[in-house]
C-alpha cells in the first residue's frame, strides 16, 4: 500500500466517523446549535436603518432551509434575504420599539427554534442608569443579584435574558481561636456587587449554611456576645470558617459638662463595622470592644438615659481609639421639663394626647481622643402621653428650638406639627391645629384612576418616627391628602398600572400641594430570568428597579417591581429618560 | 351408430395416441380483513384478497367497492362502484354519501380473481359491510387567571368537529351546568366570542364564561349532534374559595427566634412578594378581578405588652429608623397581611409567624426582632 492511498483511507475512515458524529443526536456536542447576530447591536430607527440578522449554524447537516418571520408590534413586517443560502437577513427599523425575529430551519436534523428580540431606539434617546435587582424566590436557592442596566428614552427595551449565577452552597462555621462557636448575623457582600446581599446568622454552634454567588465576598459578622467584636472579613469559597475574637477593648468617658453621665448606651463604628454595646459607669466610664484600624472613619453615638433629657449625640472622626474616647456633652446644653404643659386643638384641651418632642441640634459637645477633636452634633425625640385633661407628664428634653409632634388620634392619623421652642422657657400650651385637607389629581395622559402616592414624612414628622402613609386615587385619579399642620413629605406619584413613569415632589406642605400633578410616559423593561445550567423557568422572583445614585432608603425604594410570570417573564414600567 | 363411437374412443386411449391438456381450474378466493365492528363514515378500510389455484398459477385480483344505503334493495346500491382496484391488498376511505347524496349506511365490496389462464374464480366473492354514522369528536378545555377561586370567571372552551358530517353540522353545542346544592346553574354560563382556527377548517371553536358562585364540584355537560348521532363530555371543575394570601419573600433576612437583627441604619422592611389568588403583590395591571395585598405594620417597643399597629403604614413596606429607640432596645417589627376575605389572624399576639390554614409554608404574620445598634 502507498503511502497516498494509506493516507486516503485514513482520510476516508476520519470523513465517515465525522458523518457519524453529526448525524447523531445522542452526544450533546452534536446537537443542532443556531445562533443570530443583528447588525448593528442598537439600531437606531429611521427610513435608513438597515438592521442585519445573520445565522450561524453547527451541526446541522444537509441542506439547510431558513424560514425567517420579523414582527414589529406582533406585526410581521417585510424583509430581504441577503445572502445566498438564506442564512442572512435584513430589514427596515422604521420605528424604535422591539422587533423580534424568528428563525425555523429546516435540515436533515432537528433543529431549535431561534429568535432574537432587537432593541431599535429612536435618535437622540436619552439615557438613565439603574440598578436591576433580583431576589430569586425561596424554593430555589439562588443568591440574588444586582447590577447596573441603562434604560433609553423613547422606547421599550427587552433586555433578553437574564442569567443568575446559581452559585455556591457556603457552609462554615463562625467561632473563635479556642474553636468555640459563635451564633452570629452575618452578611456576605459580593465583590463588584455590593448590593446583592446575602443575609445569614450562625446557629448556637456557630454553623452557617448559605447560597452565594461563586466570587469572592467580604463578610460582615456581628456576634451575638457582647464580649466579641464584630469584623469585616474577606471570605473565598473555598473558606469554612470565619473567625472572631474579642477585638480591642476600646475605652471611654461620657460627661455632661464635668458631670459624669451614668446609664448612657455607647456605640461606636468603624469604617462601617460596629463595635459592641457599652453602658456607662456611675462614673460615666465605658468600655466596647471594636477592631480599630489607622486612619479609619470612626463614628461615636451615645444615647443617654431620658431622664437625663440630653439628646443623643453623634461625632465622626478619625479617632485614635487606642487612647480613652472623652465625650462631652457641653455644659451650655441645659434642659426643660414640659410637665404642666397643656396640649389644645382650636382652644380645646386635647385628652389623651401623644406628644413626640423631637429636634436636631448642632454643637451639643465634643469627642476627644489625644489630639483629635470633633463636635458633635445630637438628636432628640422624647415621647410622652397627655393626661385626661391634655396636661403633659414630665417630659424634659433639650432648652432649644424644638418640635413637638402630636398625635390626636391614632387611629385616623390625626396629627399636628407645633413648633417648640423651649429656648428660654416653657410653653403652658401646645397648640395642634386641626389637619388641612387638600385635593389633587393625578394624571398621565389621562387622569390615573387608581394611582398611588407615597408620602415619606420628612422634618419632623420623620424625626417622630411617623411611618409612610399610602394613598389611593380614585377612579379619576383625585387622591385627597390630609396635611397636619406644619407638616413635610416627600410625595412618591406612581402608577401601579404602568401606564405612567414614578414621579417624586420633594417637600410638598399644605400650602404647596397643586390641584393636579403630571406623571411622565413610561417605558417599558422586560427580560426573561433564567439559571446557568436549570432549565427551569424562574417564578415569583422578585424583580425591582432601583435607583443607581440615590442614598438612605430612597436606594431601596423601587423605581418600579414585578414578579416573574411562568416564563420567567417581567415587564417593568418605568420612567421614560426621554428623548433629545 | 353411437355403439360404434364408444369403441372407437376407448381403443383410442388404451392405443395412447389420443392426446388432450390437463384441464384447468379455477381459483378459490376469499377475503381476509373484514373488520369485527361496524365501520364509520371516512374510515380506512383495507381488506386482503387470499386464493389459492389448483393449478399453481398466478392470479390477479379486481376489485368492486360500491356505496350502498340498502344492498339489499334494487336502488340499494349506486351502480358504480366508487372505488376498483386491480390489487391484492385493498385500501379506502369509506365514503359519506352515496352518488345520490344520501348517507351511506354499507358497503358491498366484490372481490374477482382470475388466473392466468384466464379462470375466474367462480362466485366471485362478496362482502356487505355495515356503515354507521361517525359521532361528532369533542374536546373541552378550561383556563382560569383566577386561581377557579369562587365568583370569578373561568373561561370554558369547547372544540368540535365530525369526520362524516363536517363541524358545521354539529353546532350548536348544548350546554349544561350542574352545581353544588344552592349553585346558581342558571346563569353560570355566559357566551364569549372565539376566533376560529384558519388552519384546522375540520373543527369549529365556541367558548363560554363560566362563573361559579360559590366553591365545591361542578360539572359542565356539552353536547354535540350531528344529523344522526350526538356525543356528551363532562367536564369537572373543582371550584375553590379564595385561599388567604402567602408571604413569599421578607426583607431583610427574617432572624430565628429569639435571635435580634442588628439594625444600624434606617432600613426599609419590605415584602416584595405575596403569593395569592386573587390579591397579590406585586398587583397585576389591566385586571378588574385581581386585587392588591392589604398589610398592617405594628411595632412592639419596649416596654409595650403587645405589638401597636401603625396607622398609615399600608403599603408592602415600612421604614424603619432605629434613631427613633435607644442603643440595644430589641424592637418588634411585624407586618401582617391580608387578601379581600375578612380572615382573623387569631394567634397569640407573641406568636412571631402565623398561618391562618395552620400551613407553615404559608404565612400570614412575619415578625422581626431588631436590635437597635
Known amino acids: 500500500m502507498t503511502t497516498s492511498r494509506w493516507l486516503m483511507i485514513t482520510a476516508a475512515l476520519a470523513a465517515a466517523s465525522l458523518v457519524g458524529c453529526a448525524g447523531s443526536a445522542d452526544g450533546a456536542n452534536d446537537e443542532c446549535n443556531v445562533s443570530l447576530l443583528v447588525t448593528p ?22 441542506v439547510l432551509a431558513f424560514d425567517w418571520r420579523v414582527t414589529y408590534m406582533s406585526a410581521p413586517i417585510p424583509f430581504d434575504v441577503s445572502a445566498p443560502n438564506e442564512s442572512e437577513i435584513t430589514f427596515t427599523a422604521l420605528e424604535p420599539g422591539i422587533y423580534e425575529v424568528t428563525l425555523d430551519i429546516g435540515s436533515g436534523s432537528i433543529c431549535p427554534q431561534q429568535s432574537i428580540r432587537v432593541n431599535v431606539l429612536p435618535s437622540g434617546s436619552t439615557t438613565l442608569d439603574v440598578r436591576l435587582h433580583v ?45 468555640v462557636g459563635v451564633p452570629a448575623y452575618l452578611a456576605f457582600v459580593p465583590d463588584g456587587m455590593s448590593e446583592a446581599v446575602v443575609e445569614s446568622f450562625s446557629d448556637a454552634a456557630g454553623a452557617y449554611s448559605t447560597q452565594l ?27 469554612t470558617t470565619l473567625m472572631v475574637d474579642g477585638g480591642t477593648l476600646i475605652a471611654g468617658l461620657v460627661r455632661h459638662g464635668g458631670v459624669a453621665i451614668a446609664g448612657a448606651r455607647v456605640q461606636l463604628m468603624i469604617d462601617g463595622v460596629p463595635s459592641t454595646l457599652g453602658t456607662t459607669a456611675g462614673d460615666g466610664s465605658f468600655t466596647v470592644r471594636g477592631v480599630p484600624s489607622s486612619g479609619a472613619m470612626v463614628a461615636v453615638e451615645v444615647q443617654p438615659p431620658v431622664s437625663t433629657g440630653l ?30 404643659t397643656q396640649v389644645r386643638r382650636n382652644g380645646s384641651i386635647v385628652p389623651g394626647a401623644k406628644v ?42 433639650p432648652a432649644a428650638a424644638l418640635s413637638a409632634v402630636v398625635t390626636v388620634d391614632a387611629a385616623s392619623q390625626d396629627l399636628a406639627v407645633a413648633a417648640l421652642d ?115 423557568r424562574i417564578r415569583g422572583a422578585s424583580v425591582q428597579i432601583l435607583c443607581m445614585t440615590c442614598s438612605g432608603l430612597d436606594r431601596d425604594r423601587p423605581l418600579a417591581e414585578d414578579a416573574s410570570d411562568e416564563a420567567g417573564d417581567f415587564v417593568l414600567a418605568v420612567p421614560d429618560p426621554g428623548t433629545m | 351408430m353411437i355403439r360404434a363411437a364408444l369403441v372407437l374412443f376407448a381403443g383410442g386411449l388404451v392405443a395412447g395416441c389420443f392426446y388432450a ?94 388466473d392466468e389462464l384466464g379462470a375466474t374464480a367462480r362466485p366471485s366473492e362478496e362482502l356487505v359491510l355495515a356503515v ?146 386573587l390579591d397579590l403583590y406585586p398587583p397585576q395591571p389591566d385586571d378588574e378581578i385581581l386585587g392588591v395585598t392589604s398589610f398592617t405594620w405594628s411595632v412592639k417597643a419596649p416596654g409595650q405588652a403587645t405589638h401597636v399597629a401603625i396607622p398609615g403604614a399600608t403599603s408592602n413596606t415600612f421604614a424603619f429608623d432605629p434613631a427613633g429607640y435607644a442603643l440595644g432596645d430589641v424592637v418588634e417589627v411585624r407586618v401582617q397581611i391580608a387578601d379581600r376575605v375578612p380572615e382573623a389572624i387569631n394567634c397569640l399576639d407573641s406568636e412571631q409567624s402565623c398561618s391562618v390554614i395552620s400551613q407553615p409554608t404559608c404565612m400570614q404574620r412575619q415578625t422581626w426582632r431588631v436590635e437597635v445598634r
Open chain 1, 213 to 239: 454567588l461563586n466570587s469572592d465576598h467580604e463578610v460582615l459578622v456581628i456576634p451575638a456576645s457582647s464580649l466579641l467584636a464584630p469584623r469585616k472579613l474577606p471570605w473565598t469559597t473555598t473558606q
Open chain 1, 41 to 62: 447591536s442598537t439600531p437606531i430607527a429611521g427610513p435608513d436603518s438597515e438592521v442585519t440578522v445573520t445565522a450561524s449554524t453547527q451541526s446541522a447537516p444537509g
Open chain 1, 356 to 397: 413626640t418632642v423631637v429636634g436636631e441640634l448642632g454643637a451639643i459637645g465634643t469627642v476627644v481622643t489625644g489630639a483629635t477633636s470633633a463636635t458633635a452634633s445630637g438628636v432628640t425625640r422624647v415621647t410622652v402621653t397627655a393626661d385626661a385633661g391634655g396636661t403633659l407628664p414630665s417630659l424634659i428634653a
Open chain 2, 132 to 277: 354507521v354514522n361517525r359521532p361528532p369528536s369533542l374536546v373541552l378545555d378550561r383556563s382560569s387567571r383566577y386561581a377557579f377561586v369562587e365568583g370569578t370567571p373561568i373561561d370554558v372552551f369547547a372544540k368540535v368537529g365530525d369526520l362524516d358530517d363536517g363541524p358545521a353540522k354539529v353546532a350548536p353545542l348544548t350546554w349544561v351546568v350542574f352545581g353544588p346544592a344552592g349553585a346558581d346553574t342558571v346563569n353560570a354560563l355566559v357566551d364569549r366570542s372565539l376566533a376560529q382556527d384558519p388552519e384546522d377548517p375540520d373543527h369549529l371553536q365556541f367558548a363560554k364564561v363560566f362563573t361559579p358562585n360559590m366553591a365545591g364540584d361542578w360539572t359542565l355537560r356539552v353536547t354535540a349532534m350531528d344529523p344522526f348521532d350526538s356525543v356528551s363530555v363532562d367536564m369537572m371543575l373543582t371550584v375553590t374559595q379564595d385561599g388567604p394570601p402567602c408571604l413569599a419573600q421578607l426583607q431583610p433576612i427574617v432572624p430565628p427566634f429569639p435571635v435580634a437583627l442588628p439594625l444600624t441604619d434606617p432600613t426599609l422592611f419590605s415584602v416584595p412578594i405575596v403569593i395569592d389568588d
Open chain 1, 422 to 536: 423651649l429656648t428660654t422657657g416653657v410653653p403652658s400650651t401646645i397648640s395642634a391645629p386641626s389637619m388641612t385637607t387638600k385635593l389633587t389629581t393625578v394624571l398621565g395622559e389621562a387622569p390615573l384612576d387608581g394611582a398611588r402616592l407615597d408620602l415619606v414624612p420628612t422634618g419632623a414628622l420623620a424625626l417622630a418616627g411617623v411611618p409612610t402613609r399610602q394613598l389611593t386615587g380614585d377612579g379619576n385619579g383625585a387622591v385627597v391628602i390630609s396635611f397636619p399642620s406644619g407638616s413635610k413629605y416627600d410625595a412618591y406619584f406612581s402608577d401601579p398600572a404602568g401606564r405612567s413613569g414614578q414621579r417624586v415632589v420633594l417637600d410638598l406642605t399644605s400650602a404647596t400641594v397643586g390641584t393636579s400633578y403630571t406623571l411622565g410616559a413610561a417605558v417599558n423593561v422586560s427580560g426573561t430570568l433564567r439559571v446557568t445550567g436549570n432549565p427551569n
Open chain 2, 21 to 114: 391438456d390437463e384441464i384447468n381450474q379455477r381459483p378459490a378466493i376469499t377475503i381476509r380483513g373484514e373488520p369485527a365492528q361496524a365501520l364509520y363514515r371516512g374510515d380506512h378500510l383495507v381488506l386482503t384478497a387470499q386464493s389459492e389455484d389448483p393449478d399453481g398459477h398466478y392470479v390477479t385480483y379486481r376489485w368492486r367497492a360500491y356505496a350502498c344505503t340498502d344492498p339489499t334493495a334494487l336502488d340499494g346500491c349506486d351502480p358504480v362502484p366508487f372505488d376498483t382496484e386491480l390489487v391484492e391488498t385493498l385500501e379506502l376511505d369509506v365514503p359519506i354519501v352515496r352518488a345520490n347524496d344520501l348517507p351511506v349506511a354499507s358497503l358491498r365490496i366484490v372481490l374477482e380473481a382470475t
Open chain 1, 135 to 179: 431576589t430569586p424566590p425561596i424554593t430555589i436557592d439562588v443568591p440574588p443579584i444586582d447590577r447596573r442596566i441603562r434604560v433609553f428614552g423613547g422606547t421599550d427595551y427587552d433586555l433578553g435574558p437574564v442569567v443568575l449565577d446559581p452559585g455556591v452552597r457556603a457552609i462554615g462555621n463562625v467561632r473563635t481561636a479556642g474553636n
Open chain 1, 311 to 340: 439628646p443623643r449625640l453623634e461625632a465622626f472622626g478619625t479617632f485614635d481609639l487606642g487612647t480613652s474616647l472623652a465625650i462631652t456633652y457641653s455644659s451650655l446644653l441645659t434642659t426643660r421639663n414640659l410637665a404642666g
